[in-house]
């Protein structure tokens, strides 16, 4: 368990969320730093729009629709009611089944792929590491496909090391691998594969379904995929291109919430005895402009102790008591904060656990 819980504390630094900034910041749409430009392995295709819709000012809310803080319970044995399997992809040699890597000190447990991420027209892709390849199935977890990554985009022509995939609206395929000291960003348009550098460290924590939000150079950075621009920038956008922004602020003990209905929460993060809990946040705005939150972390009453819950939060500030959910990390996760995931144009959130016998993605269905 302490192995596991400091996987979880490794992987969720990258995504304590959104709108932490230093130095200035805008939420306009200035002039984007432009990138080097990118070097393809077949025909180039179109760029993808950036426009996006004004922003509301935010303004304190007395709403207390809901809870009025985060409860975040004990990693659960079971998934609650609310939610179901909707898939599972198995590891082995078949060119329908994922590969697994060797890893641990002595090589002794099997790495399953870095996550994938769900499509506008409901099929997955999967970053099959083990296979140096991105896997595609459709929605029912089905083989479709599979684009083999050649020997020359890959590290020293060997390591396949791009993490946190997102699919576009459009249907393209992003991931990212850092390149001290600078990134670089993996793509897959329309057939076409190929690969753009980003001038700083680069985590990808979100997409609006055409841009892509994180953290780089210190600051919380907007990137344009379509030609690796880059600017800085304290909110996200939802796919409707309403602004918000969730701010783990821990020296409070609390989430700092702006939301798309311009409301302002901030919510107290608590375990279940009421002591400050201290967890990473993965966020997903569905096109209703909902807030999807998943919590992981412990608590200040027993460090040895894993928390899991999911929570979402609405527009105008209502906020669902919290859902306990199983532990996402095994001895075959690879340790990337990549388990919430939403399909561009939906409403409903899905997770991805990455288990020793293969890589099981659910779906909720509940209210």
Not at 43 to 52: F, I
Not at 140 to 169: C, K, N, T
Not at 200 to 208: G, I, M, S, V
Request: net charge negative; hydrophobic share 35%; charged share 20%.
């Amino acid at each position: 368990m302490a192995a596991l819980l400091r996987v979880a504390t490794a992987g969720f630094a990258l995504v304590v969320m959104t709108g932490c900034s230093s130095g200035s910041s805008s939420d306009d749409r200035s002039a984007p730093t432009p990138a080097a430009s990118s070097h393809a392995t077949q025909q180039p295709t179109s760029t993808v729009s950036t426009t996006a819709s004004s922003t509301p000012s935010p303004v304190t809310s007395p709403t207390t629709q809901g809870v009025d803080r985060l409860v975040v319970p004990p990693a659960a044995a079971a998934l609650p009611a609310t939610w179901r399997e909707r898939f599972v992809i198995g590891y082995g040699a078949g060119r329908e089944l994922l590969g697994t890597s060797p890893g641990g000190d002595s090589g002794s447990l099997d790495i399953g792929p870095e996550y994938g991420a769900p499509g506008p027209d409901g099929s997955w892709w999967f970053l099959d590491a083990a296979k140096g390849r991105l896997a595609h199935y459709d929605g029912d977890g089905g083989f479709l496909e599979a684009v083999r990554i050649p020997r020359s985009m890959l590290v020293s022509g060997r390591y396949f090391q791009w993490q946190l995939p997102h699919v576009l609206a459009d249907g393209s395929l992003v991931a990212v691998r850092q390149d001290p000291p600078g990134a670089q960003l993996l793509r897959l348009r329309a057939g076409v594969l190929d690969e753009i550098p980003l001038p700083h460290l680069f985590a990808p924590t979100y997409d609006d379904g055409t841009l892509l939000y994180g953290f780089g150079g210190g600051r919380s950075v907007v990137v344009d995929p379509a030609d690796g621009s880059t600017r800085t920038s304290r909110r996200f956008r939802t796919p409707s291109g309403s602004s918000f922004s969730v701010v783990d602020e821990f020296d409070r003990g609390r989430l700092h919430c702006e939301l798309p209905g311009g409301v302002t929460r901030d919510l107290p993060v608590r375990t279940m005895s009421g002591a400050p809990a201290h967890v990473g946040v993965q966020v997903r705005a569905g096109a209703d402009d909902t807030l999807h939150l998943l919590l992981v972390g412990t608590g200040d009453d027993d460090e040895s102790l894993q928390l899991v819950g999911y929570t979402r939060v609405g527009a105008e500030g209502s906020v669902a008591p919290v859902e306990a959910l199983p532990n996402p990390f095994s001895e075959a996760d690879p340790g990337s904060p990549a388990q919430l995931v939403m399909a561009p144009g939906s409403s409903t959130p899905m997770l991805v656990y990455v288990l020793p016998d293969g890589v099981h993605v659910y779906e909720r269905t509940g209210d």
